[in-house]
C-alpha cells in the first residue's frame, strides 16, 4: 500500500502543464483552445506590425513636411512615388490638384474654390486614417468575442465533467479535477488573448486619433496658402 501511494506521488504532476491540459481536453475544447491560441497568434502580429508601421508613417510625414515648407518648387516633392509612400504627400497632392482645377478658369469663384479644396483634403485625411486603422477592427473583435468563447469552452469542459460524474458514479476530485482544469484552461487562454487586443487597441486608436490631427494640421496650413494664393487670381 505504500509502495502504491509513493509511486502514485511520484507520478502526479506537480505543476500545471499547458500543452497535457491542451492534449488531454475534449475535441470542442481543443478546437475553442486552438481557435484562440490562432487569434492570440494574429493579434500580437498585428501589434507589432501596426507599432512599425505608424512609427515609419509619423516619420516619414515630418520629414516630408519640413522638406515641403522649404522648398519653392513643391512639384518633385507630388512624384507619383513620392504619393505612394506619404500619406502627407497625398493629401497635399489632393488640395493642389483641386486648386488648379479651381483657379484653370477665369473668373476664379474664391469662395467656392476654397470649400472644394477643404473638402477634397479633408476627404483624403479620412480615407488615410480608415486605411490606417483597418485592421484595429479584427482586436476589437478579439477583445470583445475571445473571453466568452473561452466561457464556452469552460462550459463545456464543465458539463463534462458532470457527464464523467454520471458514467463513473463517483464525485471525487480525480474525476472532476482534470475536466474542471482543461475547461478552465479555455478561459485562461480567451483572458490572454483578449486582454493584449484591448489594450493595443486603445492605445493604437489613440495613436491613429494623433495621426489624423497632425494631417488635419498639416492640410490646415496648406489650405491657408492657397487661400491667399486665391487672393491673387
Known sequence: MTFDLLAAAATTPTRLDPVELFLQADIIVQAVMAGLIVAS????????????????????????????????????????????????????????????????????DREAARQRIAAVMDSQIAEEADELAGRLNFLATVGSVAPFVGLFGTVWGIM???????????????????????????????????????????????AVDRYEAALQRFADKLHTGLSRELDKA
Not at 56 to 71: D, P, T
Not at 174 to 181: E, L, Q, S
Open 41 to 108: 497568434v494574429w493579434v500580437w502580429t498585428i501589434i507589432v506590425s501596426f507599432s512599425l508601421r505608424i512609427g515609419g508613417l509619423g516619420k516619414k510625414s515630418r520629414e516630408y513636411e519640413a522638406e515641403f515648407w522649404e522648398q519653392q518648387n513643391r512639384e518633385p516633392l507630388l512624384a507619383k512615388q513620392v504619393r505612394k509612400e506619404v500619406p502627407a504627400a497625398r493629401v497635399a497632392a489632393a488640395g493642389l490638384d483641386e486648386w488648379r482645377k479651381s483657379t484653370a478658369r477665369q473668373p476664379v
Open 160 to 206: 463534462n465533467s458532470f457527464f464523467q460524474i454520471g458514467a463513473q458514479q463517483s464525485a471525487s476530485l480525480a474525476v472532476v479535477a482534470p475536466g474542471i482544469a482543461e475547461a478552465l484552461f479555455a478561459t485562461a487562454i480567451g483572458l490572454f488573448a483578449a486582454i493584449p487586443a484591448v489594450i493595443a487597441y486603445n492605445r493604437f486608436g489613440a
